[in-house]
């Protein structure tokens, strides 16, 4: 009663899951986003697609049983996106079956022009995207794929907690980041995103970034959260624990705007830092490719 009093309790959907606190939400999300309108010099070139890899799921299962709403977190999946198109690059948004992608509507920048109107572009892609399984038969395991892979810039796989919900686990995802270490093609993610990197170590293969400097969202914050009802309870497991353990270098500490260029992956510490890593985004990629 007191929590709720106070604004820190979860708000119950009709679903059965709990949304952030009335406080969690004041605190972690805004309105407005700190989305720069940059103006490119656009690519000209021949790879002009980025594959936009969406989770389907919504329900994270908390460790107290309690289903946390989640999925794709709106900032970090059209901020990014928005720098990209605006440098030249088109998308190929897909989920792992074919279901629509779900967002954390309840962190949807209501107020920000730039993002409603690029959602709204795109609403139509995003309620009936393509199937991860597709495009990994169409373009991955099909023999003669040199002009079709040729078409394509990056992958990119937008944060929110639902990344780690069936992504990491999914073979698909796993073959999709190899062929794309593989052919030299950048992958962009950022916050919980980085989670899908994991699949790299299914099949029992190698963990793809062993190494690698990354920007991750903290377990640290994760587990504080419940205090003020951002999340309705503790997580299962720790995703930036997970990714140090396989021999990730983190280069950040807080959940701020901190983004990283190691190789050919691109990565980003939290919502803060979708701007940042959206301009690094389209910067590399313009300076590599032009």
């Not at 309105?31 to 070139?45: A, I």
Request: net charge neutral.
């Amino acid at each position: 009663m007191l929590k709720k009093l106070f604004g820190i309790a979860p708000t119950l959907e009709l679903d059965g899951s709990y949304s952030p606190s009335k406080l969690a939400l004041k605190l972690a999300t805004s309105d407005k986003t700190d989305f720069e309108n940059v103006t490119y010099s656009k690519y000209q070139g021949s790879k002009t697609k980025i594959l936009a890899i969406f989770t389907e799921q919504k329900n994270m299962t908390m460790h107290n049983g309690k289903l946390f709403s989640t999925g794709n977190h709106p900032v970090e999946a059209l901020v990014p996106m928005l720098h990209l198109k605006n440098a030249g690059f088109e998308f190929e948004i897909v989920t792992p079956t074919g279901k629509p992608v779900v967002f954390e509507m309840w962190a949807f920048p209501e107020k920000d022009e730039h993002v409603k109107a690029f959602y709204n572009k795109y609403k139509s892609n995003f309620e009936q995207p393509k199937s991860l399984d597709e495009v990994v038969k169409n373009v991955i395991d099909t023999p003669s794929i040199k002009t079709v892979t040729a078409s394509y810039a990056a992958v990119f796989v937008p944060g929110g907690h639902g990344a780690m919900l069936g992504i990491p686990e999914d073979i698909n995802v796993g073959k999709v980041l190899n062929w794309a270490h593989e052919n030299d093609l950048f992958t962009v993610t950022l916050c919980h995103g980085p989670a899908s990197l994991l699949a790299t170590t299914l099949d029992g293969q190698r963990f793809l970034y062993q190494g690698y400097k990354m920007a991750v969202f903290p377990d640290s914050v994760d587990k504080m959260t419940p205090k003020v009802g951002y999340l309705p309870g503790q997580m299962t497991w720790g995703l930036s624990e997970k990714i140090q353990s396989l021999g990730v270098n983190i280069v950040n500490k807080k959940s701020d705007n901190t983004v990283c260029l190691d190789r050919k992956l691109i990565t980003g510490a939290s919502p803060l830092a979708s701007d940042a890593l959206g301009k690094l985004a389209a910067e590399t990629l313009l300076k590599e490719l032009q």
